[in-house]
């Protein structure tokens, strides 16, 4: 039973560019979340998903940031435009509810420049 | 308000030695969940404990859980130098909640 999978391992973009990055979760799991992690930091909650449902986006900065779980596919996190502050890793999890396991992919890490 | 605050920060064993990490947390909660990461890798899910469980074990981990202390350890028992890592308490906030708060971990030196 594959893990959560994130694609791209790391990433690198230019200011101004933009980031998508992609989360197949595990089998069995329809729950998606995104967090971020800042450098020394812990991990912040970002956006929890399920197919084709936006269910709490009230960690994802207002502007540029969007996330979408189309009913085939991954989840992706799209960033547009960059800017040098992006710069971290971005993990996804899944669970098979709302109060089972999380179980997070390897993340993105994410560098602009 | 900061969830899951890890103390201490940081703890340098020997091998075989025992490790033992807390964790604090401020409003209620429907579990419970540690984690480790490596530097630089992703989070490994190491156990979850709910409101209503005090103790759970896993192999050589074994964690307790007080929920009038709002309070949870991790006990790693005969350490090895692969346990070096960082170590995670996460908590959903009770209720509805969902979204995990993390606090800034405790990392680990298990030296050989």
């Known amino acids: 039973n594959a893990g959560v999978m994130q694609n791209p391992r790391h990433l690198v973009r230019r200011r101004g560019q933009e980031a998508r990055l992609r989360c197949s979760p595990m089998?069995?799991?329809?729950?998606v979340y995104w967090y971020r992690q800042l450098p020394e930091e812990g991990l912040k909650f970002m956006v929890y998903?399920?197919?084709?449902?936006?269910?709490?986006e009230s960690g994802m900065p207002k502007e540029r940031f969007s996330a979408e779980f189309p009913k085939e596919g991954p989840s992706i996190l799209r960033i547009q435009q960059v800017v040098r502050g992006d710069s971290a890793a971005y993990f996804c999890?899944?669970?098979?509810?709302?109060?089972?396991?999380?179980?997070f992919g390897p993340g993105t890490r994410l560098t602009v420049t | 308000s900061q969830q899951g605050e890890e103390d201490p920060q940081a703890l340098s064993i020997q091998e075989g030695e025992n490790a033992t990490m807390n964790c604090s947390y401020k409003?209620?909660?429907?579990?419970l969940q540690w984690y480790r990461q490596n530097s630089g890798r992703g989070l490994v899910h190491l156990i979850l404990?709910?409101?209503?469980?005090r103790e759970k074990h896993s192999g050589r981990l074994r964690v307790t859980l007080d929920t009038s202390k709002k309070s949870s350890s991790l006990l790693i028992t005969a350490s090895r130098a692969a346990d070096t890592a960082s170590y995670f308490c996460?908590?959903?906030?009770?209720?509805?909640?969902?979204?995990?708060?993390f606090g800034k971990g405790t990392l680990l030196t298990v030296n050989p």
């Open positions: 996460a908590t959903d906030g009770g209720g509805s909640n969902y979204k995990l708060t």
């Open positions: 089998k069995g799991h329809s729950h």
């Open positions: 404990i709910r409101s209503n469980e």
């Open positions: 409003t209620s909660i429907n579990n």
């Open positions: 999890a899944s669970s098979r509810g709302t109060h089972y396991e999380q179980y």
């Open positions: 998903l399920q197919k084709e449902n936006i269910i709490d």
